[in-house]
């Protein structure tokens, strides 16, 4: 499966855990965007990153939440000492970077806090 | 700011009618729009865009969209809708002058009925 892999699909914390969400984007996409949807919400921006940088992380809460895109591996979206208005799905979509190319959206891990 | 608006929340059609999403936008010069569906506990699948050129934009499954200028919109519609098209349905817009990151509205619920 060459699309964007998120992992895990579920993951369910206690609060004042720690929560880390992995994306792997498709090959050849140095691109990455990070999304988190509420139920019955549309999705919410929350950073957009290439490798070893943040490009704009405009939508990202300014504390407990934070995001990397190392030059190996996946693009980690972390959430310290979660709370239960944590719990959301969050999306993760890659793309190569030319100017509105679509994105490739993952399916999404799904955070409960509990 | 961009921003786009999906004015109905739930949208049911009977299967074979002609089906209309609708979505308005606000940008700052012009417009980069999307349309993306949703499966349940599935990421999202990019449908169409505009970016230039044709005002009616042709995408995938039989969709398109009327990109209306005048009226800052963007509907989306089918001819002849399926059963298999219920979904939820997004719209979003980026801007020609910022990252590539995407707004997105609401989101649309689209039920066709047997």
């Known amino acids: 499966n060459a699309g964007v892999m998120q992992n895990p699909r579920h993951l369910v914390r206690r609060r004042g855990q720690e929560a880390r969400l992995r994306c792997s984007p498709m090959?050849?996409?140095?691109?990455v965007y990070w999304y988190r949807q509420l139920p019955e919400e549309g999705l919410k921006f929350m950073v957009y990153?290439?490798?070893?940088?943040?490009?704009?992380e405009s939508g990202m809460p300014k504390e407990r939440f934070s995001a990397e895109f190392p030059k190996e591996g996946p693009s980690i979206l972390r959430i310290q000492q979660v709370v239960r208005g944590d719990s959301a799905a969050y999306f993760c979509?890659?793309?190569?970077?030319?100017?509105?190319?679509?994105?490739?959206f993952g399916n999404g891990t799904r955070l409960t806090v509990t | 700011a961009q921003s786009v608006a999906q004015p109905e929340d739930q949208v049911n059609v009977a299967e074979g009618n002609p089906l209309t999403v609708k979505c308005t936008y606000s940008?700052?010069?012009?417009?980069?729009l999307f349309w993306y569906v949703q499966y349940p506990n599935r990421g999202l699948q990019f449908l169409l865009k505009?970016?230039?050129?044709?005002?009616l934009v042709k995408g995938s499954y039989g969709f398109e969209a009327e990109f209306n200028k005048s009226q800052t919109s963007f509907h989306l519609k089918k001819p002849s809708a399926l059963v298999s098209d219920s979904a939820l349905y997004f719209c979003a817009v980026s801007s020609p002058t910022g990252a590539n990151n995407l707004f997105f509205g609401t989101g649309t619920r689209l039920t066709v009925i047997p």
């Open positions: 990153l290439q490798k070893e940088n943040i490009i704009d």
């Open positions: 979509a890659s793309s190569p970077g030319q100017a509105n190319s679509p994105l490739h």
């Open positions: 090959k050849g996409h140095s691109h």
């Open positions: 940008v700052s010069g012009n417009p980069y």
């Open positions: 505009y970016i230039t050129g044709d005002n």
